[in-house]
């Protein structure tokens, strides 16, 4: 038991389940800030174009509701509204990352001085150097 307790807690110090959990709120959060987008800001604009009518209503009626017959239909007004949803996460998400990769592709540029370049980026940068240097200096050797 104590074993278990221990590989527990090493896992969860490392950071582990503390990035995971900091994804999830994140993520949750994220997901209440879309969902309010695109019910406040995206959707009545589209609505426009359907005559003011709500998408979320929309659906084909395949069977008629009667007495002891329940309605069946196929709601696309809903499938319309999640896919807006989903195109509108991936596509911030697409730009929050190209956002994050132009820091880090310059982070990562030894070159740029705008940005500091992290330690080990610097030494694998000033080992290239002098391996270039070597091979340079071992062509003029051997000619």
């Not at 000033?126 to 003029?140: G, I, R």
């Given at each position: 038991m104590k074993k278990l307790f221990n590989e527990f807690k090493n896992f969860a110090v490392k950071g582990n389940m503390i990035d995971m959990a900091i994804g999830i709120i994140i993520g949750t959060a994220f997901n209440n800030v879309v969902n309010s987008l695109v019910k406040t800001i995206v959707m009545p604009p589209l609505s426009l174009f359907t005559d003011g009518t709500n998408?979320?209503?929309?659906?084909?009626?395949?069977?008629?509701?009667?007495?002891?017959?329940?309605?069946?239909?196929?709601?696309?007004?809903?499938f319309v509204e999640v896919m807006v949803d989903f195109l509108i996460v991936a596509f911030t998400i697409f730009m929050v990352f190209k956002f994050i990769n132009k820091f880090k592709n310059k982070a990562e540029d030894p070159e740029d001085k705008e940005i500091e370049t992290p330690k080990q980026i610097e030494l694998l940068s000033n080992l290239e150097k002098l391996m270039q240097e070597q091979n340079n200096l071992l062509k003029n050797k051997n000619e």
């Amino acid at each position: 038991m104590k074993k278990l307790f221990n590989e527990f807690k090493n896992f969860a110090v490392k950071g582990n389940m503390i990035d995971m959990a900091i994804g999830i709120i994140i993520g949750t959060a994220f997901n209440n800030v879309v969902n309010s987008l695109v019910k406040t800001i995206v959707m009545p604009p589209l609505s426009l174009f359907t005559d003011g009518t709500n998408l979320s209503n929309k659906k084909w009626v395949l069977r008629s509701a009667s007495e002891n017959i329940e309605e069946v239909a196929i709601g696309y007004g809903e499938f319309v509204e999640v896919m807006v949803d989903f195109l509108i996460v991936a596509f911030t998400i697409f730009m929050v990352f190209k956002f994050i990769n132009k820091f880090k592709n310059k982070a990562e540029d030894p070159e740029d001085k705008e940005i500091e370049t992290p330690k080990q980026i610097e030494l694998l940068s000033n080992l290239e150097k002098l391996m270039q240097e070597q091979n340079n200096l071992l062509k003029n050797k051997n000619e």
